[in-house]
């Protein structure tokens, strides 16, 4: 099956992904190969590491932890949670030359190298995939890559996880006090990805929950004598 997840990258896209990759592998120990078009591997290892050790990305990038027991066995708990994982997870850092052609390239590999049938393709983020082909229109280009990626999870009979973009209009949603929320029309380059997909999912702020948890926030601060902004 070929999944779509679209929101804007301000709701952390890449981040969303990550963790869905990390829940999968932890229940099922299926491998993924994450291939990386929006973010850096190198960033995406600091973020895991950040949520698994509770530690700031800012204080990881310092490299300051030995001198502090209290970090140092923060990282000591983190780590032996990522080694549950880790060598289920192949991050790829993809460049111009990762078309569709070499995403099968990268596929067919990475199954040789687990000797396995059952892994997982993410694709982070499909708009991202570059072509050499030519088309009369970026709507034309999008629905190519995205029925290809169908077409390679039905060939390979393997399921790809893919992140789309959104388009401005579904950005200024995002980002005004509405009840209005993302939906799949919203996918960046063609409003109709859903022909394509198996099952499209969006995220969309929700602003009333935002609000509730600020008051929240602010309350509890307020009881522990805490400054507001902090």
Same mark, same amino acid.
Not at 69 to 73: G, Q, R, S
Not at 217 to 226: D, H, I, N, R, V
């Given at each position: 099956n070929l999944t779509? +997840?679209?929101t804007s990258s301000n709701n952390l896209r890449s981040q969303f992904m990550l963790q869905i990759a990390i829940s999968i592998i932890c229940e099922t120990r299926t491998p993924i190969l994450y291939l990386c078009f929006e973010e850096s591997p190198e960033n995406l290892l600091k973020q895991i590491l950040s949520q698994q050790t509770g530690l700031s990305i800012n204080t990881i990038e310092r490299n300051k932890i030995k001198s502090n027991?209290? +970090?140092?066995?923060s990282l000591k708990k983190g780590l032996e949670k990522f080694a549950k994982f880790q060598s289920y997870l192949n991050l790829v850092a993809c460049s111009q030359n990762d078309t569709m052609e070499q995403l099968e390239i990268h596929l067919r590999s990475f199954k040789e190298r687990y000797k396995s049938e059952k892994v997982i393709l993410m694709v982070d983020t499909l708009q991202r995939i570059p072509s050499y082909n030519y088309y009369s229109s970026e709507e034309a280009r999008v629905s190519d890559i995205a029925n290809r990626l169908k077409l390679l999870a039905h060939a390979q009979r393997v399921a790809v996880f893919a992140g789309s973009e959104i388009t401005v209009e579904g950005q200024e949603i995002d980002a005004t006090d509405n009840k209005d929320r993302i939906t799949p029309k919203h996918c960046y380059g063609n409003p109709n990805l859903d022909r394509f997909a198996d099952v499209v999912m969006t995220v969309s702020k929700s602003w009333i929950d935002s609000t509730e948890l600020q008051i929240l926030?602010?309350?509890?601060?307020?009881?522990?004598?805490?400054n507001d902004a902090n």
């Open positions: 779509l +997840l679209a027991l209290d +970090l140092k066995e926030l602010q309350k509890k601060t307020e009881f522990a004598g805490m």
